[in-house]
């Protein structure tokens, strides 16, 4: 088993799982998400780790549940919706005002609370199942 000092395949595609689920947060507050974080923020902290158009795989980490990667789709389809519904550098309020904040809350609140239940990985340490 590998540490973070020489991180195996599996032990890089544990951390950025971690960070999926920190970026799913405010995406499961809906309009309070935005106001947290911000509008640009609201959408870059997802696409950072969940893009499609991304050189990495997102859908092929190993540190994902077939489940998880299916609920995670769900959330990239309307966050994907939102940006071509919405104008570039929206205000807080605007978006909010949008709608898109209220539509993307549920379903990212139930893919959030999925990958809760699982745990998070420790980010030091490979690991087969999450132990945090």
Do not use: I
Not at 67 to 86: F, I
């Amino acid at each position: 088993m590998r540490t973070g000092d020489d991180p195996s395949p599996r032990l890089v595609e544990q951390r950025p799982r971690d960070r999926v689920m920190e970026a799913l947060e405010p995406l499961a507050d809906g309009d309070a998400g935005v106001y947290s974080c911000g509008a640009m923020e609201y959408f870059e902290q997802f696409f950072d780790f969940v893009n499609d158009d991304s050189p990495w795989k997102w859908r092929t980490w190993s540190s994902f549940t077939p489940r998880e990667v299916e609920a995670l789709a769900e959330v990239l389809e309307l966050m994907n919706a939102a940006c071509a519904a919405t104008r570039q550098h929206l205000s807080e309020e605007e978006l909010a005002a949008s709608g898109w904040p209220a539509r993307v809350e549920p379903v990212a609140a139930a893919t959030l609370s999925m990958m809760r239940d699982r745990g998070r990985f420790n980010e030091d340490t490979e690991e087969a199942a999450p132990s945090l």
